[in-house]
Nanobody, 117 residues
């Protein structure tokens, strides 16, 4: 069973930066497309960014394009999300998981990102 441990969230002012990390176990990480997701209060969980198995291709939601960078280190079973120029609307709990993710998938605890204006 996949285990996902997110970290790196925090409280920062608008315009600041954060780097999230996701350590993955229980799957052959290097073969899997992975994604970062977020869920703000009252909203559905949404895909923020996605990276293919070797890191050569990425996708970003329009809301974060040009500000966020997804990357991975397959030797460490770890994925990252560098978030720059943060905005209050980026406030959410951030999760990592495979992409696409099934409705029955298990999730980690997530990491809270709070951006103050």
């Amino acid at each position: 069973q996949v285990q996902l441990v997110e970290s790196g969230g925090g409280l920062v002012q608008a315009g600041g930066s954060l780097r999230l990390s996701c350590v993955v176990s229980g799957i052959i990480f290097r073969f899997r497309i992975m994604g970062w997701y977020r869920q703000a209060p009252g909203n559905q969980r949404e895909l923020v960014a996605r990276i293919n198995s070797d890191g050569s291709a990425t996708y970003y939601a329009d809301s974060v394009k040009g500000r966020f960078t997804i990357s991975r280190d397959n030797s460490k079973n770890t994925m990252y999300l560098q978030m720059n120029s943060l905005k209050p609307e980026d406030t959410a709990v951030y999760y990592c998981n495979v992409a696409p993710v099934s409705a029955s998938a298990s999730w980690g605890q997530g990491t809270q990102v709070t951006i103050s204006s």
